[in-house]
Each structure stands twice: as structure tokens, then as C-alpha cells.
């Protein structure tokens, strides 16, 4: 069943890390701002097996994603003018390549790019591009759904590029950076590791500049919107470079009316340790840092948006939705969607996954989650939300029982417990406390269990 919740939240002011809950965001209203909501690969730049491809119903996409009550997608940047989607295996892949635009840059020529169309300027803007990204933006904005948007692909270059079942280069050579798909002369003293060229890096000035102009141009054109957070790059990116992109941002914006979070994805270049020592304001864990179906509790250094497409590409399910909440993360889902772009369309074994991203974000709103930390050792599970003595959000993956440990703290509470497959609320009663207590959902299957102090 779906819900058709409105989001009807606007955004008060851009979004910055909130100053005593740092696992989450705030505005200029103080509240908590919990992200979550699903995203997929075309929904600024168009692709498909088309010349040119077709376009994705925007509008459609955001009802779709209103009627889940999700109120979060990153923005997807796509570096090559093509997707070889045999990179990507045999069980999602199309039986196509997709051909991708627009890009940021115009095709003026002289002289034809290795995909015989006209060669990349590197130094002229494609107003169309800059000019959807803003719509987009806005569009969902109007919807209270924030973005993030991408200003770099690295998935491409640094894992389709080589090593896969399809042709070795293929990202690399259609690339705009390419020496033999621009006029500018960028790309021929790039080094190339393998077929992966170092595109991402501050090896070359020329390359840089044009990337710095790039960045700027970007938060030209977005930073009077509210609804904004910056990502530097997909699943790529040498460290240097990627805090380079970042202190960018951040110096060329204070310059600016608005200022935004900057964030760093992982199973790139970096790993954990490195982004959080990065000046980025928010990282997205992976599965090569230990952040995979049983996420563990994060401390709040940085905002965690924590995504299905750094643990398994597609795939995930509801558990882990809860599982990210409860351990304080901000869970997000790399959804096929319509099957455009790989695997089936609106596939029935997301379904629940989708559904309780929206349950999620309605439980967020419900308790007060500036105060609410990770806290194993008070349940059972292991999977808790809590601010003693107040709130108690538990989660139980297996069975229906769980041993709550509100000692010393004497309620009494509310007891509500939530059935994830159904999308109802049930009354449980009133608690006592100051003890370590059992509760046992009144249905089978996983359950959330919500105590709070009774008023």
C-alpha cells in the first residue's frame, strides 16, 4: 500500500550541520532535518539506447517519490557522453549502451569527438544544462524534497572503466577531458593509469581550471536556493583533489548570500577515516568501511547519508532502512525506478523499501531526534534511538520480543509499536519503568517499538 503523504515542508533558509546532534541537519527554524528518499541515474541528464535519449517525466518522478514520503535524491552528474551498461554485470545491465546529454559543456567543434559528433569547448557553458539543473532543483524544492547535487561521476572512470565485461576505455573515451574530444587540448598530458586516466586529481593545471570554472558556475547558479547540498563526486576522486573540490566550494561561497553542505561519497578514492578528516560538512559511509547490511552506530562527526549504492550498487531492503535509522544514520536507496536505466521496472522487491524510507522520515518528525543518540546497550536488538528517560525508538529485525532497559527511569511511557509491512500504528498501552522490561509486538515480522514519556 502507499501512502500518498505530501511532504508540504518548506525549506527555512539552506541547510548546515545541526550544532548539537551533528548526525543530522538543521535551518534556520532549529528543527531536526532528517534526509532519506531514493534516487536515480537520470534524473538531470537524459539517457537511453535514443540519439538523442529521451527524456525522464520529471514531474512524474516527483509524485513518485511524494507518494513514498521521501524528502531526498541526489542528482546525478554523468561525466561520458555514453553507459556501457555491461559494466555493470550481467543481472541489471541493458542490452544497450545508453547514450547520455546534456553535458555542462557546449559542442561547437572544429572537428568531430571519437563519437563523431562535434568536439567539447571546455571554456563555453551549455546554458541548457545549467539551465535544467536550476528547474530541477527548484521543482523539488516546491515539493520539500532537498537535493544533492553532483558535480562529478567517478564510477565510470575509476571501476566501469577496466576490468569488466565490457570494452577496456570505454568510459575514458567518451569522455570530455579526452585529448581527442575537445578543442582545448585537455587531456593529452593526463596521466592513465591502466585505461583509467587521472582526471580527478590536481596532477594537471589545465584540467583543474577548467573544473574550478565548472564548480563556480555550478554555485552560480544554484546558491540562492535553499533546497541545495553540494556532493563532490560519485565513487571517485584522488584526496587531494576531493578536498580540494570541497575548500572551493566553501571559500567561493562565502562570497555568496547562502552557504551549504559539502559532502564526500565512498568506495572511491577515499576511505572513512580520510573523509572525516576532511573540512566536508557530510560523508556517505561504504561497504569497504564496514558500513554494509548491519551498519554500525555512528558518532555524529559529520552528517551520514548512508546509501544503498555504496553497499551493494542495487539492493537493500526495509531492515536495513531501520537498521541505518535506529544507529543513526540517514538511509538513502539507489532505485531503479522505472527500469530505464537498468534492472525492471518499479520492482515489487523494493517495494517495502521505499515505503518505510517514508515511515522513517514520519517518525523523525514525530520524536524530538535532536536528542535522540544511538544506544545499543538499552535494547535487546541493539538497534535503538533514545534519549533516556524521554524517548525510546527500538527496532527489532528477528521475532517479536525485545528486553528494554529503562532503569532508573520511572515513566510512564506510552508504548506504540509500528508494523513495517503494513504501515500501521498500534496501541500498546502504558509502561512503567526503572527496570529492564520485555515487550512483545502484537503481530509477527519486525517491529518498531516507540516508548515516550507520557504526557
Excluded at 563523431?116 to 524534497?145: C, M, Q, S, V, W
Excluded at 526503572?434 to 515480522?445: H, S
Aim: proline share 7%; hydrophobic share 35%; aromatic share 12%.
Amino acid at each position: 500500500m502507499i501512502t500518498s503523504s505530501v511532504n508540504a515542508y518548506t525549506a527555512n533558509g539552506p541547510l548546515r550541520v545541526h550544532p548539537t546532534n551533528p548526525r543530522y541537519f538543521t535551518d534556520d527554524s532549529g528543527n531536526v532535518i532528517y534526509l532519506t528518499g531514493s534516487h536515480v541515474w537520470n534524473n538531470l541528464i537524459d539517457m537511453g539506447k535514443d540519439d538523442p535519449p529521451k527524456p525522464l517525466n520529471f514531474n512524474a518522478y516527483l509524485d513518485f517519490l511524494q507518494r513514498y514520503g521521501h524528502n531526498f535524491i541526489r542528482l546525478w552528474a554523468w561525466d561520458s557522453v555514453i553507459w556501457d551498461t555491461q559494466a555493470n554485470g550481467s543481472i541489471l545491465r541493458k542490452n544497450f549502451i545508453h547514450n547520455v546529454a546534456p553535458q555542462p559543456w557546449v559542442r561547437t567543434g572544429p572537428g568531430n569527438a571519437l563519437d563523431g559528433k562535434p568536439k567539447f569547448d571546455l571554456t563555453k557553458f551549455n546554458p541548457a544544462y545549467f539551465k535544467r539543473l536550476r528547474e530541477r532543483i527548484i521543482d523539488a524544492g516546491e515539493r520539500g524534497i532537498y537535493v544533492s547535487v553532483m558535480l562529478f561521476e567517478g564510477w565510470g572512470l575509476y571501476h566501469a572503466n577496466q576490468g569488466r565485461q565490457s570494452p577496456e576505455g570505454w568510459a575514458w573515451r567518451s569522455h570530455p577531458f579526452h585529448p581527442d574530444n575537445n578543442i582545448n587540448g585537455i587531456g593529452a598530458d593526463l596521466e592513465v593509469e591502466g585505461a583509467r586516466p587521472r582526471v580527478h586529481t590536481l596532477a594537471n593545471p589545465e584540467a583543474t581550471a577548467i573544473q574550478e570554472a565548472y564548480i563556480k558556475k555550478v554555485v552560480d547558479t544554484v546558491n540562492d536556493l535553499n533546497s541545495v547540498i553540494y556532493e563532490v563526486i560519485n565513487e571517485g576522486g584522488d584526496r587531494d583533489w576531493d578536498w580540494w573540490v570541497v575548500n572551493t566550494i566553501h571559500t567561493y561561497e562565502k562570497t555568496k548570500p547562502k552557504q551549504h553542505p559539502v559532502g564526500l561519497t565512498g568506495h572511491g578514492a577515499e576511505r572513512l577515516p580520510s573523509m572525516l578528516a576532511s573540512s566536508a560538512d557530510w560523508i556517505s559511509p561504504g561497504r569497504a568501511d564496514g558500513y554494509a547490511e548491519d551498519p554500525p552506530a555512528w558518532d555524529g562527526e559529520k552528517v551520514s547519508l548512508i546509501d544503498t549504492d555504496h553497499v551493494w550498487g542495487v539492493g537493500g531492503n526495509h531492515l536495513w532502512v531501520w537498521k541505518s535509522f535506529t544507529r543513526g544514520h540517514n538511509p538513502l536507496f539507489m532505485d531503479p525506478y522505472d527500469g530505464e536505466i537498468l534492472g525492471t521496472p518499479f520492482d515489487p522487491k523494493y517495494e517495502l523499501l521505499r515505503l518505510n524510507l517514508g515511515y522513517s522520515l514520519r517518525y523523525a518528525k514525530k520524536m524530538d531526534l535532536a536528542k535522540m543518540t544511538p544506544r545499543n546497550d538499552l535494547a535487546s536488538t541493539q538497534y535503538c534511538l533514545a534519549n533516556p528517560g524521554k524517548e525510546y525508538l527500538i527496532y527489532l529485525p528477528d521475532g517479536n520480543k525485545v528486553t528494554v532497559d529503562l532503569s532508573g527511569q520511572p515513566g510512564p511511557f506510552v508504548v506504540e509499536w509500528f508494523n513495517t509491512r503494513t504501515g500501521t500504528e498500534i496501541d500498546g498501552g502504558i509502561s512503567t519503568g526503572n527496570d529492564k522490561l520485555k515487550f512483545t509486538a502484537p503481530f509477527d515480522g519486525d517491529a518498531i517499538l516507540y516508548l515516550f514519556l507520557r504526557r
